[in-house]
T-cell receptor, first 118, second 116 residues
């Protein structure tokens, strides 16, 4: 299957600082990428859809000023958690869509980033 | 209403035996795709198998097969000859085809533990 990388794999930061997470599709171009958040033993919660060259589409309840998404190229999307607080501590996972978004197109996931805010 | 339902929070299976993980879905879209992903303790989501709504045959990928019952709106994952490495959380997901944005809707997940 296709490969998606995510960096960093874990990060610890102080409250009030900003953290940037990168998501790259390594062997295919991805017009669309997705950012998820996952709490322990729970399902993935979609935060936003990242579209190359346009603004991200955020899910209801997700603060767009808090979670900045940039999809500057067909292989890279970034999520910046601004002014992070302890409640932002979570496991963040990105995925890249291989295809145009038809029913059969597969999302390939990155390995995730564990964020801990002290 | 839940669009994807996984009713088994946890399952146990003996090594080398087969196990079925349940998934039911709800959609009025005639075109949709169903996916299963595996998430080991490392956290990475691994794509396992795909079934399209128009596919006539059940999907199979190695030891994984999907028991697709369209009328019942179920898409159960069958893992044959379980291995210790199959211990993980498993998610069923659906993408609706019409007017879609490529988004996947995930179920709550089932934690599978394989006993030696």
């Amino acid at each position: 299957g296709a490969v998606v990388s995510q960096h960093p794999s874990w990060v610890i930061c102080k409250s009030g600082t900003s953290v940037k997470i990168e998501c790259r599709s390594l062997d295919f171009q991805a017009t669309t990428m997705f950012w998820y958040r996952q709490f322990p033993k729970q399902s993935l919660m979609l935060m936003a859809t990242s579209n190359e060259g346009s603004k991200a589409t955020y899910e209801q309840g997700v603060e767009k000023d808090k979670f900045l998404i940039n999809h500057a190229s067909l292989t890279l999307s970034t999520l910046t958690v601004t002014s992070a607080h302890p409640e932002d501590s979570s496991f963040y996972i990105c995925s890249a869509l291989q295809g145009a978004g038809g029913a059969a197109d597969t999302q390939y996931f990155g390995p995730g980033t564990r964020l801990t805010v002290l | 209403a839940q669009k994807i339902t996984q009713t088994q929070p946890g399952m146990f299976v003996q090594e080398k035996e087969a196990v079925t993980l349940d998934c039911t879905y709800d959609t009025s879209d005639p075109s949709y795709g169903l996916f299963w992903y595996k998430q080991p303790s490392s956290g990475e989501m691994i794509f396992l198998i795909y079934q399209g709504s128009y596919d006539q045959q059940n999907a199979t990928e190695g030891r994984y097969s999907l028991n697709f019952q369209k009328a019942r709106k179920s898409a159960n994952l069958v893992i044959s000859a379980s291995q210790l490495g199959d211990s993980a959380m498993y998610f069923c997901a659906m993408r609706e085809g019409l007017g879609n944005t490529g988004k996947l809707i995930f179920g709550q997940g089932t934690t599978l533990q394989v006993k030696p």
